[in-house]
């Protein structure tokens, strides 16, 4: 169950990071305050999304990844151990997710933002996911 977890919360922490440099940005905030706070600290919990969304835009306009990296990491850890806390939270977030899904999927206007979502779903309980762009021999030229 521990890496389904792990998985559930890398997807959500990637939605979330993707999330916070678009247009809709208000809206999925305001999801994900209330998943964190659970109606308490909402004030903290919004100040540190929005001081995780600023440093990810000062990371993607000084194209600096391992900071945007660092924004990742950090709400992928707090997912972890929310969901660890609260194993009922794994269906608040998936609903979320699911939600997100479509908004994900739809192109973005900026041209400098590049969206990616990766979500693993599955029972295996140990094993490694590898992600490639293209996987294979490049094209031959033709003679």
Request: hydrophobic share 40%.
């Given at each position: 169950?521990?890496?389904?977890?792990?998985?559930?919360?890398?997807?959500?922490?990637?939605?979330?990071?993707?999330?916070?440099?678009?247009?809709?940005?208000?809206?999925?905030?305001?999801?994900?305050?209330?998943?964190?706070?659970?109606?308490?600290?909402?004030?903290?919990?919004?100040?540190?999304?929005?001081?995780?969304?600023?440093?990810?835009?000062?990371?993607?306009?000084?194209?600096?990844?391992?900071?945007?990296?660092?924004?990742?990491?950090?709400?992928?850890?707090?997912?972890?151990?929310?969901?660890?806390?609260d194993p009922?939270?794994?269906?608040?977030?998936?609903?979320?997710?699911?939600?997100?899904?479509?908004?994900?999927?739809a192109p973005?206007?900026?041209?400098?933002?590049?969206?990616?979502?990766?979500?693993?779903?599955?029972?295996?309980?140990h094993g490694?996911?590898?992600?490639?762009?293209?996987?294979?021999?490049?094209?031959?030229?033709?003679?």
């Amino acid at each position: 169950m521990d890496a389904e977890l792990t998985a559930l919360a890398t997807a959500g922490a990637t939605a979330l990071v993707q999330q916070m440099v678009t247009d809709g940005w208000g809206n999925v905030r305001d999801r994900v305050v209330a998943f964190f706070s659970r109606g308490r600290d909402e004030e903290v919990v919004e100040g540190e999304l929005e001081e995780s969304r600023a440093e990810l835009v000062a990371a993607r306009d000084t194209e600096d990844e391992d900071a945007a990296a660092d924004v990742q990491a950090s709400w992928r850890s707090r997912l972890r151990r929310t969901l660890r806390q609260d194993p009922a939270a794994a269906a608040e977030l998936r609903a979320l997710l699911d939600e997100l899904a479509p908004q994900l999927a739809a192109p973005q206007h900026s041209t400098t933002v590049h969206n990616t979502h990766n979500t693993i779903n599955g029972g295996v309980h140990h094993g490694m996911v590898i992600q490639a762009h293209t996987v294979g021999e490049p094209p031959r030229p033709r003679p």
